[in-house]
């Protein structure tokens, strides 16, 4: 078992930024793909973006290219999500998500476990 605790969500205005962290326990971090997930409200959850087990690799959504950076830090068992130039369409509950492999994928039905989610919204 993995468990995720997501934090850094808030209220932030257009064009700002904001940092959210996944913190993991249980098992070795470092044998999980991770990624972020987000989900809006009465929208189904979508791909943000991705890392490799050994952060070598690095997938985004394109949404989010050029403003969001994923990051992970294995000695911490913390996954990172930089994001900048925020958008109120950005606006959503974001997710990180841990895969038993070493690539990430976009598909939500890849990942073993789950947080509980935070909260980012973003004003005009």
């Known amino acids: 078992q993995v468990q995720l605790v997501e934090s850094g969500g808030g209220l932030v205005q257009a064009g700002g930024s904001l940092r959210l962290s996944c913190a993991a326990s249980g098992r070795t971090f470092s044998n999980y793909a991770m990624s972020w997930f987000r989900q809006a409200p009465g929208k189904e959850r979508e791909f943000v973006a991705g890392?490799?087990?050994?952060?070598?690799?690095?997938s985004y959504a394109d949404s989010v290219k050029g403003r969001f950076t994923i990051s992970r830090d294995n000695a911490k068992n913390t996954l990172y999500l930089q994001m900048n130039n925020l958008k109120p369409e950005d606006t959503s509950a974001y997710y990180c998500?841990?895969?038993?492999?070493?690539?990430?994928?976009?598909?939500?039905?890849?990942?073993?476990?789950w947080g509980q989610g935070t909260q980012v919204t973003v004003s005009s």
């Open positions: 998500a841990a895969r038993t492999s070493f690539y990430p994928i976009a598909s939500m039905s890849g990942y073993d476990y």
């Open positions: 890392i490799s087990r050994s952060a070598g690799s690095t």
